[in-house]
Antibody, heavy 119, light 111 residues
Framework: QVHLVQSGAEVKKPGSSVKVSCKAS????????FSWVRQAPGQGLEWMGQ????????NYAQKFQDRVTIIADESTMTSYMELTNLRYEDTAVYFC????????????WGQGTQVTVSS | NFMLTQPQSVSESPGKTVTISCTGI????????VQWYQQRPGSAPMSVIF?????PSGVPDRFSGSIDTSTNSASLTISGLKTEDEADYYC??????????FGGGTKLTVL
């Protein structure tokens, strides 16, 4: 069984950066697509971007193109998402998710990481 | 840009059947697969339908998915409603550049 375990809650100041980790266990790592999805308080799910570890290729939502970096460390089976130049509206729960199959289905999810931007 | 739009909320009584729609905007809904996720408060989303109409292991057959090209929409149907089905439901697909897209979510109330 695949498990995704994310790092703990963060409180950051506006203009700073945050880096959230997502460690996978129980399955192969490199061959699958890992995405990052966020959810602001009381709002819906918002896809931020993805990485395919075996190729190192990334694909980002246009909205976050200039501020987000997603990387994958195959040796530790961990994906990281870094968001820079934080704004108050970046306050959200950030999830990692792993796809299964050909259709873009997020079968496995991390537990979520609360990121709060506050002065 | 391809987008997905859902009703904000639906409600139905226990034992009844409810259908949640997901309409494609600026693109064909059948161009790529559609997934559906259930999210309860304080929890991560959980896949209930993938690749338009397939059910993950462990999801009861009360959940079904379909595509209607005439209305450019996908639908999630839940029959025999139970109070435990009360949750937010999101559809998800992707555009031609493999960028994922979520619908805005539908709050299902079972009363």
């Amino acid at each position: 069984q695949v498990h995704l375990v994310q790092s703990g809650a963060e409180v950051k100041k506006p203009g700073s950066s945050v880096k959230v980790s997502c460690k996978a266990s129980g399955g192969k790592f490199s061959d699958y697509v890992f995405s990052w999805v966020r959810q602001a308080p009381g709002q819906g799910l918002e896809w931020m971007g993805q990485i395919i570890p075996i190729f190192g290729t990334t694909n980002y939502a246009q909205k976050f193109q200039d501020r987000v970096t997603i990387i994958a460390d195959e040796s530790t089976m961990t994906s990281y998402m870094e968001l820079t130049n934080l704004r108050y509206e970046d306050t959200a729960v950030y999830f990692c998710a792993r796809e299964t199959g050909q259709g873009g289905n997020f079968e496995y999810w991390g537990q979520g990481t609360q990121v709060t931007v506050s002065s | 840009n391809f987008m997905l739009t859902q009703p904000q909320s639906v409600s139905e009584s226990p034992g009844k059947t409810v259908t949640i729609s997901c309409t494609g905007i600026s693109g064909r809904i059948d161009s790529n697969y559609v997934q559906w996720y259930q999210q309860r408060p304080g929890s991560a989303p959980m896949s209930v339908i993938f690749e338009d109409k397939k059910r993950p292991s462990g999801v009861p057959d009360r959940f079904s998915g379909s595509i209607d090209t005439s209305t450019n929409s996908a639908s999630l149907t839940i029959s025999g409603l139970k109070t435990e089905d009360e949750a937010d439901y999101y559809c998800q697909s992707y555009d031609g550049n493999n960028r994922k897209v979520f619908g805005g979510g539908t709050k299902l109330t079972v009363l």
